[in-house]
């Protein structure tokens, strides 16, 4: 999802290069809460492979729903703080960059979508395997969720609130883009 970054950026306009900053904040708050629940379900499972898992939806129900949660936040699910950024970056690049570009981004986007889609489809559905049954799987405990909860709030706050952010990425990127946009036409880039 940081290609969403250097798309935007490299579009010099002002809504890519907000769209670029916003998508590395976004970018920062769910990869961090993936990373975290992916550890905690490794550990739990004794696995990082996708073949040895299945129905853990079964086993841990909360869990698997950050992990649902988390996935379409990093898809960019409207009202969650992937979407902002990556809008941002695509309405930049389809109105400073040569179509080409934005297009195969979009294809980027529908192939990472499908990947994570099936390996979420892998991981959490279908049968629990036996050797988790001997395991007994635990669920998310409540220190865990102490750290989960709140980057899972603020993925929300980031989707649903995306102005309290703008606000400051724009002090920074308004000016910056009216320098670029200014040194382009005086042939200056």
């Known amino acids: 999802h940081m290609g969403y970054v250097l798309l935007g950026v490299a579009s010099l306009t002002e809504a890519g290069l907000a769209g670029g900053v916003f998508q590395m904040l976004a970018h920062g708050v769910i990869t961090g809460l993936l990373f975290l629940l992916v550890g905690l379900m490794s550990h739990r499972t004794e696995t990082r492979l996708l073949g040895e898992l299945g129905g853990l939806l ?30 941002l970056a695509f309405i930049g690049a389809f109105s400073g960059l040569p179509w ?42 409540g220190w865990e969720g102490a750290a989960v909860v709140p980057l899972a709030a603020l993925a929300v706050l980031l989707g649903v609130l995306p102005g309290v952010a703008m606000d400051l990425i724009n002090t920074a990127v308004v000016p910056l883009a009216q320098t670029l946009q200014a040194a382009l036409v005086s042939g200056g880039m």
Do not use: C
Request: proline share 6%.
């Open 58 to 87: 079964k086993g841990m129900p909360i869990l698997i729903g950050f992990l649902s949660f988390t996935i379409f936040a990093s898809l960019g699910l409207p009202g969650l703080a992937g979407f902002i950024g990556e809008v």
């Open 100 to 141: 080409v570009f934005p297009v195969v981004s979009l294809l980027g986007l529908l192939v990472t979508a499908g990947f994570f889609l099936w390996a979420l489809q892998r991981t959490a559905l279908g049968e629990l395997p036996e050797r988790f049954h001997k395991n007994h799987l635990h669920d998310l405990y």
